[in-house]
């Protein structure tokens, strides 16, 4: 029998003119609805895709056989709904919005969208990237779809990046895609992982390579997630039992 979750969690009205220039600012995330045989979507880059961990390696392995510890499969495993991993390496907020149909054919009732680090490493604007962002998040939301946004960088990151590595160079940058996505959060009611890399970035024995996690380090990644998320999962009736 279909059932149909509605809950009032994450209910917001939009106040005063915060966000006047952009008209979807009025109006705010609402309940979300889910129902059996729908799914979640994750939306990302190759951090949600899971490069660097078991057999997501270059070149790859077809007969490979290691586990995916990349985050969408390992929280599926949490989950009521199963986790579609639409993660591409390479892929920036643009080619992002370009998959929204993609998206889209998998009736998710959750978007989790991990986009904007490809953003940074090849000099696009945050502006750009933000209109990009809210073009996706305007897209689900039409659909009747959550959407929640994963966070690839944070202050803590500048902090422990070492010496000579290309961040180095987009310390502001980098902060300035932080605040970004934390500001889309605020303006649209979205639930949000502050710091997907919080203790995996930068510890040699976690990395794969210079920005990717290992498999240790996904399972890690993981958990953030799940913490970032846990009240909005558990007020939708989201975890299995």
Known sequence: MKRVVLLIAFLCVACGDKGADNPLAVERQGAMQWREGQTIVALGTSLTFGFGAGCKVFPFDRDCALSDSSYPATLASRLKLPVVNLGVPGATTRDGFLRMTEALTHDPALALVELGANDLFQGVLVADARANLVMIIDRF???????????????????????????????????????????????????????????????????????HPNGRGYLLMEGNVVRGLHGFLVANDLYSE
Request: net charge negative; aromatic share 12%.
């Open 141 to 211: 939301r039409r659909a009747g779809v959550a959407v929640a946004l994963l966070s690839f960088s944070h202050p803590d990151m500048i902090d422990h990046t070492p010496p000579g590595h290309r961040l180095q160079d987009q310390k502001a940058e980098a902060l300035a895609y932080h605040h970004m996505l934390l500001a889309l959060a605020d303006e649209f009611g979205l639930p949000i992982v502050e710091y997907i890399f919080e203790d995996i970035w930068w510890k040699e024995e976690l990395m794969f390579d210079s920005v």
